[in-house]
Structure formats: structure tokens, C-alpha cells
């Protein structure tokens, strides 16, 4: 089955501090897709990265960076000199074959608070 | 473009009601998906439109929901004789594949709460 596991529940830090947002997922599928979505307290999924399975390549758009690393099966975020701004619960995200690629399922999320 | 929009934002109803809710995907979208978010958990789907035709549907479904896609564009979820269990929020995304690129957007949601 697939699943993706958010481990971290809650993180607090202070604003200027790097955080990382960890993200673990399952899959048997060789072609599959992973994401990233940031819902601030409106409630709106905010779209941040989609990456395929056959590329490893990190990516840094910004502050925000991401590390995909197959052989251990992560996908995490890493948000450089955070700000009160970045405040949001934060979701990892897959699709594959084997659920079918026009479902996403979803971590647990993890909420990020930034404190001035 | 104008974002996916959904209406109503807030519903608060009494056990036993119908409720209807509406999404309007981005306008060239030609997906459209609805998810269920409780609180403290990320959304799990329910179900997807390609133009009209509803291509899956989640066991999370049950026979008291329906949605509908008529002529492509917006789309329509309704639950019938509303439990306190289905209080969560319903989001909305909608998608467009192009060559190997196939990313959902979302809406804001309609929180529903069942009294």
C-alpha cells in the first residue's frame, strides 16, 4: 500500500532559524510522484513542489529547499531563515500507479509555528 | 487565472439535512477531484471527474454522496441525511495534464459542521 508518514507533529522555532520538515513514504510502484503543499489557517492546500520519481536532482526555489533521497525513501523540505509568514501546517503528498495517479495521499502533516 | 472557488466556505446543519456544496475548477482544467479533511489529518480522496465522467470513487463514498459534474465545469458534491461524522472539510482541486505534469490545486474548502 501506499503511505506517507509525517513524523513530526508540531515544530516551533524562531523567526531567522532553518527548520526541516521531515517526510518518509511507502510505495511499491518504480514511477510514482511526490509533493509538497503548505495550508496556512485560511484552509487553502498552497501547491509548492512536485517531483518525479526519476529525479533525484534536490531543488531550491528561494528559502525553500527540498531532499529526495530514494535509498531511504525521503522527501524532505527544508525552509532556510524562517519567518512569521511561513506559520502553516505543512503536507507531504503521493500518487503511483497502484492507487491510480490522480489520487494524492497525504501525510498527516506537520504544523510549523514561527515566532518573531 | 482565477483560483478553483468553492461555495459555500462555511455550512453548519443539523443531523439528518442535505447539504449541497460547489466547486469551480480553474477554467481550461479539464480534472476535477473532491478530498475530506478531519482535524489533525491530511485530505483523502473521495473521488475524480475527467470532463462529465466520474472515473473513481472512494469506499469513503458511501451511498449517501453524490457528486456530480453535468457539462464539465463546476462541480456539485451533496450529502444526503448528514451524520455528525461527516463534520470535516471538503476541498476541491482541479487539474490540467500536460506531457508528464499533472499537479492539483486546490481551493479554500467548505467546512462543514454537523449539529
Known amino acids: 500500500a501506499q503511505k506517507v508518514t509525517q513524523a513530526q507533529t508540531e515544530i516551533s522555532v524562531v523567526e531567522k532559524e532553518d527548520v526541516t520538515l521531515d517526510c518518509v513514504y511507502e510505495?511499491?510502484?518504480?514511477?510514482?510522484?511526490l509533493f509538497w503543499y503548505k495550508q496556512p489557517p485560511s484552509g487553502e492546500l498552497v501547491f509548492l513542489i512536485r517531483r518525479n520519481s526519476f529525479d533525484e536532482q534536490n531543488e531550491i526555489s528561494g528559502r525553500y529547499s527540498w531532499n529526495f533521497q530514494k535509498s531511504t525513501s525521503s522527501f524532505n523540505f527544508t525552509i532556510t531563515a524562517s519567518q512569521v509568514v511561513d506559520s502553516a501546517v505543512y503536507f507531504c503528498a503521493l500518487s503511483g500507479y497502484q492507487t491510480g495517479f490522480q489520487k494524492l495521499v497525504f501525510g498527516t502533516g506537520t504544523r510549523l509555528l514561527v515566532s518573531p | 487565472d482565477t483560483g478553483v472557488s468553492q461555495d459555500p466556505r462555511h455550512k453548519i446543519t443539523k443531523r439528518g439535512q442535505n447539504v449541497t456544496f460547489r466547486c469551480d475548477p480553474i477554467?481550461?482544467?479539464?480534472?476535477l477531484y473532491w478530498y475530506r479533511q478531519t482535524l489533525g489529518q491530511g485530505p483523502e480522496f473521495l473521488t475524480y471527474?475527467?470532463?462529465?465522467?466520474?472515473?473513481?470513487k472512494s469506499r469513503l463514498l458511501s451511498d449517501r454522496f453524490s457528486a456530480e459534474r453535468p457539462k464539465g465545469s463546476f462541480s456539485t458534491l451533496e450529502i444526503q441525511r448528514t451524520e455528525q461524522g461527516d463534520s470535516a472539510m471538503y476541498l476541491c482541486?482541479?487539474?490540467?495534464?500536460?506531457?508528464?505534469?499533472?499537479?492539483?490545486?486546490f481551493g479554500p474548502g467548505t467546512r462543514l459542521t454537523v449539529l
Open positions: 482541486a482541479s487539474s490540467q495534464p500536460r506531457d508528464s505534469e499533472d499537479t492539483q490545486y
Open positions: 477554467s481550461e482544467h479539464n480534472r
Open positions: 471527474f475527467q470532463n462529465e465522467a466520474q472515473l473513481e
Open positions: 510505495t511499491r510502484d518504480t514511477t510514482y510522484y
